[in-house]
């Protein structure tokens, strides 16, 4: 990353201006945070922000100022793009590739593209520096940036997009056990061994929370293990009642867990643990292979956020595509499921590239009791729930069921719950449409299925990123699937 320098002279004007980045310039190998040793107003800080981008991975200092945690906003976005800022007495002006915004010594809000924002606390100024608070920067940010921002406020981490590393963790083997975990991308944490535990900590990747922050394997020598966040990181720490040791493969999207080989042998023969040399430990560690987690779990729901990978979606404004708002609207959707008591499986959970077919095959394998396509629009307004337009003919032939009508069977059950969830919405004020509609790959799903594409409430598309209104959609959807569950789960 080149950083260029700030103006420190006596005029009134700042600015920073860094050219055009390649994606795929911070995306290669692991990923690099880069911490910014600017000190705001003289004096030194503790305590950053750690700030995860398609861009880059940075972290920028937090000073606190009247009770309130405050960041340097100029700091913030100069890795991110264009900017420039001019302090013109009380005002503080700023401009951001094509988006400019006013602020005001002292006030809690701001002008943004001409619409106010709230800063939930003061507006301030340092040496012609703005700093606003914290706490802002989740409903800030995505009026500037024009895409999906998630604070992590207890933690002092923020997400600029979809660009969580998600990760999945499943035991392989018995004897002796092995805890494989897969990560969506490259991971290198900082691992630790205590008693009773090793703890992985994992300070520049962008690692989030599984569905459940506790995991447990149902196994004595490792039962379970733990997520949590902390100054800046994530912390995955597994439980052990024996000695483990962690390997790393797939190109560092992977690691393994197990036992190390004195314990291993001691839990088979009963000789001491001690009875082998570490060197051996290692050695033998180093050498075993990370097996593939067998799926075992079944799932009520399928969940597909559309688009993914070098297939963009939509584009909904200059900055916001819409592969980045389903895979947003997916994990709400889940995390409402769950809440509900709903088991659900997000198909796409990465910046992923999955042709339709694949999607289809990968729902069809599963037989969960319901398929969920999520999409998202700038045009209309709320939102539009479609079932499948079957063609005519090419029906089931013998055994063999027709790919392009395997729906069939399952099509009054999909328009059932479509039904439903459209009168959740409508109950909600949100407005719906139910439609039909040759949208791929409904026709392929076996299961009852549909497709949901999601658009504002009004005419700023931005609405498409706010949580709340993410929020809205996804808990009034998985409030019409628990009403159906009883139908849809007598359909598996």
């Known amino acids: 990353m080149r950083w260029t320098s700030v103006d420190r002279s006596a005029g009134t004007s700042l600015a920073v201006a860094s050219a055009p980045r390649p994606r795929n310039q911070f995306l290669k190998g692991f990923s690099v945070i880069v911490f910014c040793s600017l000190l705001l107003s003289g004096s030194p800080s503790d305590k950053y922000l750690s700030v995860y981008s398609v861009a880059a991975n940075y ?49 809690t809000h701001a002008r943004v593209q001409d619409r106010d924002a709230d800063l939930i606390g003061k507006f301030l100024m340092e040496n012609k520096r703005g700093l606003v608070p914290v706490t802002a920067l989740s409903s800030l940010l995505p009026r500037i940036l024009g ?5 992590h406020e207890q933690s002092d981490r923020l997400f600029v997009g979809a660009v969580g590393t998600h990760f999945t963790a499943a035991l392989s083997g018995d004897n002796p056990p092995r805890l494989v975990l897969h990560f969506s991308a490259p991971v290198n944490p900082t691992i630790a061994n205590e008693p009773g535990a090793l703890r992985m900590t994992f300070s520049r990747e962008p ?22 966040e902390t100054k800046g990181a994530a912390v995955l720490t597994v439980t052990s009642s024996v000695p483990v040791m962690a390997t790393f493969g797939g190109d560092g999207r992977t690691i393994t867990i197990a ?6 042998q001691a839990s088979t023969t009963g000789t001491p643990a001690s ?24 799932y009520f729901a399928v969940i597909d956020a559309s688009h993914g990978g070098d297939d963009r979606g939509e584009t909904l404004s200059s900055s916001l595509v819409e592969k980045d708002v389903t895979i947003a609207l997916a994990r709400s959707l889940r995390q409402e499921l769950e809440s509900r008591g709903i088991t659900a499986l997000v198909l796409r959970d990465s910046d992923a590239n999955l042709s339709l077919d694949q999607r289809a095959i990968f729902a069809n394998a599963n037989r969960a009791a319901i398929y969920i396509a999520l999409h998202a629009a700038s045009s209309g307004r709320g939102v539009r729930v479609y079932t499948a337009l079957l063609p005519l003919g090419d029906d089931d032939r013998g055994p063999f069921r027709s790919w392009t009508t395997a729906q069939r069977p399952s099509l009054p059950l999909s328009q059932n719950t479509a039904g439903a969830i459209a009168a959740e919405l409508q109950r909600r004020q949100v407005p719906v449409r ?27 598309v931005i609405q498409l990123t706010a949580p709340d209104y993410q929020q809205l959609v996804t ?9 159906s569950h ?3 789960g007598g359909a598996q």
């Open 486 to 488: 009883d139908a849809l």
């Open 147 to 151: 895409g999906p921002v998630t604070l």
């Open 475 to 483: 808990s009034a959807i998985a409030t019409a699937i628990v009403s």
């Open 434 to 460: 139910a439609l039909a509609a040759p949208l791929r790959p409904l026709n392929n799903i076996v299961v009852p299925a549909i497709a949901i594409e999601v658009a504002p409430q009004g005419s700023d």
């Open 207 to 228: 690692v989030v929370a599984p569905a459940s922050p506790t995991l447990t394997f149902g196994n004595k020598s490792i039962p379970s293990a733990i997520f949590s």
């Open 259 to 264: 036992p190390t080989a004195a314990s291993a």
């Open 59 to 107: 972290s920028v200092p937090i000073v606190q100022r009247e009770g309130r945690d405050y960041v340097g906003l100029l700091e913030l976005l100069e890795p991110l793009g264009r900017v420039n800022a001019k302090a013109e007495g009380v005002r503080w002006r700023l401009r951001y590739n094509n988006v400019e915004g006013m602020f005001f010594l002292g006030k």
């Open 275 to 298: 009875s082998a040399s570490p060197a051996t430990d290692a050695a033998s560690a180093t050498s075993a292979p990370a097996t593939p987690p067998a799926t075992s779990r079944r």
